[in-house]
DNA sequence: CTGAAAGCGCTTACAG
DNA sequence: CTGAAAGCGCTTACAG
């Protein structure tokens, strides 16, 4: 009935120090911190003296007092597509809201613009920021192998890399931030079929381009469950946007009409405020179902107003958070904690967080 | 076309220290000290010299400095109900995944059970713990006015206390970590509303206890979507089943052969591991729609093999983690970073994390 | 290859 | 009410 104490223990507050280490090996504070941050320089008698003291005392290293006393500060940078996306704006704004709250951690961190889908831009602003010699970047990225050689630049210099939303080339990053893409369309796949209830259907898809790894992954991933799952529904060829809410609005608009049987809308990508739009001035009495990607305010709006069903984000406030972490985590070259996958998060408009995200509309028109 | 840099800097690294801010009020870096600290016997002139230096100067405090020459360690506790529930496992184990990492933090956790459901449990557990003055508890709370006092005593002490999952009455905790449960309720309904695309439908809700919180919440959330929005489908009685899996195999056999027009079942709390056997043996030719609460081992495997649709969880890693960083906050007296709502998140056989929880079957039998 | 000493930015007695 | 000094657990020159 009491409260018992189990296992999860480990005693803090009389953790032993490298003093006692030293004192135990039989060796100079110097010579112990040599060895424990490999140094070099060092007898082979000593360093095994230092070793057994350590995993005699349990030794675990302060890194609080190691980065003080080296005035460690963490310099991050993002590097994120430029351009009025309402999806960046909200991650931009949520490193804004955050940056207050991370001096104080000694971290500080930069947001950089690059150019969206860009290999050539993207490689040079990687080139223009090996200068600032960051302790760690988190870049929205692409496959292309021409960025390799800036990358390798950056991490000859000890800068710690990861990718974001949109992954890297493996060899070059630390980690990867974001979610699954295919897991993304086939989650939306799946709904979709479940919301036709074994009815026949017919889908019109939306792509803003498919050489975006993201989107392409989206489309097949749902097609691939519909297929798999749902004879019932038809596909129609999917229409390519560039991601532009005006093109969207036209599309949607005209498939609609030439399209009367069209029992539902997936939109891989983004240009949402053009689908809201053309939804809101459509006339068919028989509405249908829709699916989008990212909770923005308008998709939030939409999702409340009846004309989204469903909105698959990926969490940008969490994917920041978690970038923050594992960059101090490979700047301090401790282990990455550990954490669950990254899923895509499904949103009805039950399930809304209740304060609207911070979708900063710096940008006149807003084309997500 | 290269990187620009943006707004969200702060330089980091030349921060002014308090010898600054002593230097620049001409007094002392003990007064100095007396003030930033709030520890008195300073006279009002000297106050207010150091405070304008402070602002002069942008005086940002180092906490990792002030506890490493305080030997401040992070003492936590999570209380959490014992027994052999697979929800509470999987808190347990991702707890003690994370203990080893969190000692080069200086943070360690006990966690301590309670009897569940039990106000003269919970208060005695809370009343036991308070010698062992730790810094910073998570109870998974009650909403009685009985434990207002072990909480006090508690408060008054100088713990921090949060509550987790279940709120604790809001005067004596500081935070509340845990999803809404309306609207948790109010997603299944919403999702199974969707399911039956307009046709007839008739749901069986099974319930732990309405006295939990949650599930009373849950439960009302559910009613109200489908009233609201799904006039075609009927809602049964719930049933209580004491989240006893054997209950619930029972009470779901029972009711799928007595109701023969049950299209769905919506369990509101646990003991799914009774449904899923019940579902396994269910010969009805017609399959139906299932959503239930929280991912652990049985479920998830149950969404794989298509018995269940639906889970709705409540990330309990992200709860956890999310504990942990309030607390910390608090026990620094720093402001809490700014997070986002915690949202109920729903998992279809497409989104699944690619590692099972880590449910540890250290319990013969797993009840949820 | 090894060690003594100062310093990182704070807190905590201790003396006035 | 005020200040000088030692110490927290490390790193970084600097001297041997």
Do not use: W
């Amino acid at each position: 009935m009491n409260a018992s104490n189990t296992s999860a223990t480990r005693e803090t507050g009389k953790n032993p120090t490298l003093s006692d280490v030293a004192r135990v090996a039989g060796v100079s504070y110097a010579t112990a911190d040599r060895v424990i941050n490999d140094r070099g320089n060092v007898a082979e008698k000593s360093v095994r003296k230092v070793h057994d003291a350590m995993s005699e005392l349990g030794y675990i290293r302060n890194v609080a007092a190691a980065n003080l006393s080296r005035q460690r500060t963490y310099r991050l940078a993002f590097l994120l597509p430029k351009g009025r996306n309402a999806f960046f704006s909200r991650v931009r704004a949520h490193l804004d809201s955050l940056v207050e709250h991370l001096v104080v951690d000694q971290i500080s961190v930069d947001v950089s613009e690059i150019d969206a889908f860009d290999v050539e831009g993207l490689k040079h602003s990687l080139l223009s920021i090996v200068d600032a010699s960051y302790d760690g970047i988190a870049v929205v990225g692409l496959q292309s192998e021409e960025i390799a050689e800036p990358l390798r630049k950056l991490q000859e210099q000890g800068t710690s890399i990861i990718g974001l939303v949109s992954d890297l080339p493996v060899d070059h990053r630390a980690a990867y931030v974001g979610i699954n893409n295919v897991a993304a369309g086939r989650t939306a796949g799946r709904l979709l079929g479940l919301s036709h209830a074994g009815r026949k259907g017919c889908v019109q898809m939306i792509v803003g381009s498919l050489d975006a790894r993201d989107h392409a992954d989206r489309l097949s991933g749902f097609r691939e469950v519909i297929s798999e799952d749902y004879p019932n529904i038809e596909l129609l060829d999917p229409i390519m946007t560039r991601d532009d809410a005006e093109k969207v609005a036209a599309v949607v608009k005209e498939a609609l009409v030439a399209e009367p049987k069209v029992s539902a809308v997936y939109n891989v990508g983004a240009g949402n405020s053009g689908l809201v739009a053309a939804l809101e001035q459509c006339t068919r009495p028989k509405r249908f179902f829709c699916i989008v990607h990212e909770l923005v305010a308008h998709t939030h709006k939409a999702l409340l107003n009846k004309h989204i069903d469903l909105v698959i984000d990926q969490r940008p406030d969490v994917e920041i958070n978690r970038s923050i972490t594992i960059l101090k985590a490979l700047i301090d070259g401790r282990e990455i904690p550990p954490m669950q996958d990254l899923v895509p998060t499904i949103y009805v408009r039950d399930n809304l967080p209740s304060h609207i995200p911070d979708t900063t509309l710096r940008h006149t028109q807003d084309h997500d």
